[in-house]
């Protein structure tokens, strides 16, 4: 590759890592230019004339790796619990259904378990920008997640992965449909404008890009910390979510990788060995009152401590774990516990206040 073409795949992949970790901090702008960049990407890379050997499977594993955050993102931000719920529902029938696909390769398996989360999570976020999202009850929230599911990624996972079809190459072909294509999305447009707009109630305020802060009785990470010391367990609810969304993540990322050939069992049972160590590692640290203030540090060091476990178990397996692969999962291992510690106390704590309890003191002292 010469300069520019190295450049711009660098920027393109960096891109793809780095946009997802704003999602959290402003999720509506930066969940949608994940979308874009994800449509956009192998177009920029042949403007350029370059082709990436194996990106397919990486662009795949990215796709995953930024829903993630998503998700992790809903554990922090969302005050409307029967949205979450709904959210969480959708995001791990998503990930069962992502990796049956990567082990049997039957493509209809997509249009059985549709991405519904990722439009979902859009459509909240909308709502949340400049409505109270705690309004809306249940019904309005499941409503909104059939109109996705059966109007929306239906037909759209249908186009892609059943059909096969590219909207480039077809438009291409069929020049035709262009112009009926652009009167049709005028035609919405104006109904909305014209029938819709009027019906929806006041705003409660105006755009807001950023999410609503955490509640103050849990916005401080010796809070967080308190929180998990008190009402956390090695053997939890909280210990079982973590192992299977990282144990489902990891699977379906281990047969994306072109190179990896162990047993998907057994990587499911590592990573959930290696979730409960960190649990237990990371519930000592908080009882003893170790914090980190920063998320960037509190990152590194269990992702330092992480790989020393790994070296040392490799050396007792004699260096059975290849080096790359095992970097690549213990690096997204200590980013995702990283991610859920901190949040998985906001998201309960925001489930107590909506129930109207008090939230009970936590001593943060050191």
């Known amino acids: 590759m010469d300069t520019t073409t190295t450049l711009v795949f660098v920027a393109v992949v960096g891109g793809r890592f780095l946009l997802p970790l704003l999602i959290p901090y402003y999720p509506l702008p930066a969940v949608v230019a994940c979308l874009l960049l994800d449509g956009v990407d192998q177009t920029i890379f042949q403007l350029f004339g370059h082709d990436p050997p194996g990106y397919q499977a990486y662009d795949k594993a990215m796709d995953v790796y930024y829903l993630s955050i ?29 990796l049956l696909f990567e082990l049997l390769h039957v493509r ?7 991405n519904v989360f990722e439009y979902f999570f859009i459509a909240y976020e909308t709502v949340r920008s400049r409505w109270r999202p705690t309004s809306l009850l249940v019904g309005w929230w499941l409503s909104a997640a059939a109109v996705i599911w059966v109007f929306v990624k239906l037909p759209q996972e249908w186009w892609l992965h059943v059909a096969e079809l590219d909207v ?4 291409g072909a069929h020049t035709w449909v262009v112009g009926p294509l652009i009167v049709l999305l005028g035609g919405l447009a104006l109904a ?10 006041p705003t409660d305020w105006d755009w807001r890009f950023r999410p609503e802060p955490l509640p103050e009785e849990i916005d401080e990470p010796e809070e967080q910390s308190a929180w998990r010391m008190r009402y956390d367990a090695v053997l939890s609810a909280n210990t079982a979510e973590k192992v299977l969304l990282l144990g489902l993540v990891s699977c379906i ?25 960190n649990t237990a590692v990371t519930l ?22 992480s790989v020393v476990a790994a070296y040392v178990a490799n050396w007792f397996l004699r260096g059975r774990l290849d080096g790359y692969d095992t970097l690549f999962f213990l690096t997204m291992i200590s980013l ?17 206040l909506a129930e109207g309890l008090p939230v009970p003191r936590l001593d943060v002292r050191r």
């Open 192 to 201: 909305f404008q014209k029938l819709v707009r009027p019906r929806l109630r």
């Open 108 to 114: 209809w398996l997509l249009l059985v378990f549709p």
């Open 253 to 277: 990322f281990a047969q994306m990788l072109p190179d990896f050939e162990g047993s998907t069992a057994n990587l499911f049972v590592g990573v959930s060995v290696a979730v409960v160590l």
């Open 284 to 305: 000592a640290a908080a009882r003893r009152r170790w914090t980190f203030r920063s998320t960037a540090l509190a990152f590194a060091v269990r992702l330092l401590l």
């Open 70 to 98: 998503a998700f992790l993102a809903t554990l922090r931000n969302w005050a409307s619990t029967p949205a979450f719920r709904i959210a969480w529902a959708l995001y791990f029938y998503r990930l069962v259904g992502a």
């Open 336 to 352: 995702i516990t990283t991610l859920h510690d901190r949040w998985r106390p906001v998201r309960e704590v925001r489930e107590v």
């Open 168 to 171: 480039t190459d077809e438009l």
